[in-house]
């Protein structure tokens, strides 16, 4: 009997060194340390075809302004006018094995006599959701651009994305605003 008291101390002694109750601490840390391996490219004509894909998808869609996947004919005549539109820039989100993990669209907002403004519009590819690239992506964004004021328009239901503009440090201005100075 006394033997299998200790026996069981040792075990709760190990069991207590190995389950701490802080495990999603220790995934959150590792997940951070991820996102200093995002890197970003331009969008270019070759990725239609992979935008496309994600963004027919319903999950993906659940909170945009328009929730009804484009057709094949609107999503290519939107991708060619966003390539070619001056005030936009599309980039492909990369992880450290240069695999394409979403896209990240800056719109300028241009108001006379004050500085420009970006707009984020963030996607990330479905089979990377819920382990922390959005935020990752978010951080990384100052790899792109500096001195630079950027908001975020959120849809109301969309909690997952309210809760990571705040982690990414974006201050909430309004119920559906965020904003942060690069």
């Known amino acids: ?8 101390s040792e075990m709760c002694i190990r069991d207590r060194n190995i389950c701490d109750g802080i495990g999603t601490k220790h995934v959150m ?3 951070k340390k991820m996102s200093t391996s995002v ?8 990725d239609v075809d992979v935008l496309f894909s994600w963004q027919s998808q319903q999950q993906v ?16 005549l939107w991708f060619e006018q966003t390539l070619h539109d001056k005030n936009k820039e599309l980039y492909i989100a990369l992880n450290e094995k240069k695999s394409s993990i979403g896209m990240i669209r800056l719109d300028r907002i241009v108001i006379k006599n004050q500085p420009t403004i970006l707009e984020i519009s963030i996607l ?3 089979k ?5 690239l ?29 809760r990571l503009f705040l982690n990414a440090g974006f201050n909430k201005i309004t119920e559906t605003s965020y904003q942060l100075d690069l």
Request: aromatic share 6%; glycine share 4%.
């Open 124 to 126: 990330v590819a479905p």
């Open 1 to 8: 009997e006394i033997r299998l008291s200790l026996v069981g």
């Open 134 to 162: 959005g935020l990752a992506i978010l951080q990384s964004l100052k790899k792109l651009k500096t001195n630079t004021r950027c908001v975020a328009n959120v849809h109301k239901d969309n909690i997952a994305s309210h």
């Open 61 to 76: 869609r659940r909170y945009y302004n328009n929730p009804e996947p484009p057709s094949w004919s609107e999503h290519t």
């Open 128 to 132: 990377y959701q819920k382990i922390g």
């Open 29 to 31: 840390a590792k997940i």
């Open 39 to 46: 890197t970003f490219r331009l969008a270019d004509k070759d």
